[in-house]
T-cell receptor, first 115, second 114 residues
Framework: DQQVKQNSPSLSVQEGRISILNCDYT??????FLWYKKYPAEGPTFLIS?????DKNEDGRFTVFLNKSAKHLSLHIVPSQPGDSAVYFC??????????????FGQGTRLTINP | KAGVTQTPRYLIKTRGQQVTLSCSPI?????VSWYQQTPGQGLQFLFE???????NKGNFPGRFSGRQFSNSRSEMNVSTLELGDSALYLC?????????????FGNGTRLTVT
């Protein structure tokens, strides 16, 4: 049962344009969402997060939007750069008990930025 | 600070064997989590250790086990290996204070079971 879904396995965008990566979740107990970026032969690195009390969080070229009623979040990258080519994972977590955090990840979307 | 170190980087094992993977967290980090990455499945949570105690567990069979030492280093063991255990195993460390402590991942151990 995939609680976090990234339905697009891959996405190709021209350099300078906007990249939009999408993520859907099914568990209404999730209240914290993150995006990770992964280059080949490296571990994922944290990119940006959003709490369910917000509907938008921005960090430089990266913006995450959360639509709780649709159980949908998206990551916008503007403008897209060649170095953004990587696999992007969406992740979600529910209540944190005594500091324990368990992330549920999506399958990932491979983003390719074309010059 | 040095990052999360996982050893070995690559492993090839035969069905039925057992394997131990190692993870050294970032200095000062007391929480270590393990994830399995397979194509099409994303990253799936195995377990989390904090101060030598398993604090959280995913939905994996008992063949998957782990432990954490007093220096926060962690090992993961898989017994009676199956072909389906072939995957990238990622370790992540954090200070262990929930959302105030982002996960820092290592580069993973690529396990191939033949």
């Amino acid at each position: 049962d995939q609680q976090v879904k990234q339905n697009s396995p891959s996405l190709s965008v021209q350099e300078g344009r906007i990249s939009i990566l999408n993520c859907d979740y099914t568990n209404s107990m999730f209240d914290y969402f993150l995006w990770y970026k992964k280059y080949p032969a490296e571990g994922p690195t944290f990119l940006i997060s959003i709490s369910s009390i917000k509907d938008k969080n921005e960090d430089g070229r990266f913006t995450v939007f959360l639509n709780k009623s649709a159980k949908h979040l998206s990551l916008h990258i503007v403008p897209s750069q060649p170095g953004d080519s990587a696999v992007y994972f969406c992740a979600a977590s529910g209540a944190v008990i005594q500091g324990a955090q368990k992330l549920v990840f999506g399958q990932g979307t491979r983003l390719t930025i074309n010059p | 600070k040095a990052g999360v170190t996982q050893t070995p980087r690559y492993l090839i094992k035969t069905r039925g064997q057992q394997v131990t993977l190692s993870c050294s967290p970032i200095s000062g980090h007391r929480s270590v989590s393990w994830y399995q990455q397979t194509p099409g499945q994303g990253l799936q949570f195995l377990f989390e250790y904090f101060s030598e105690t398993q604090r959280n567990k995913g939905n994996f069979p008992g063949r998957f086990s782990g432990r954490q030492f007093s220096n926060s280093r962690s090992e993961m063991n898989v017994s009676t290996l199956e072909l389906g255990d072939s995957a990238l195993y990622l370790c992540a460390s954090s200070e262990g204070q929930g959302r105030l402590s982002p996960l820092h991942f290592g580069n993973g151990t690529r396990l191939t079971v033949t």
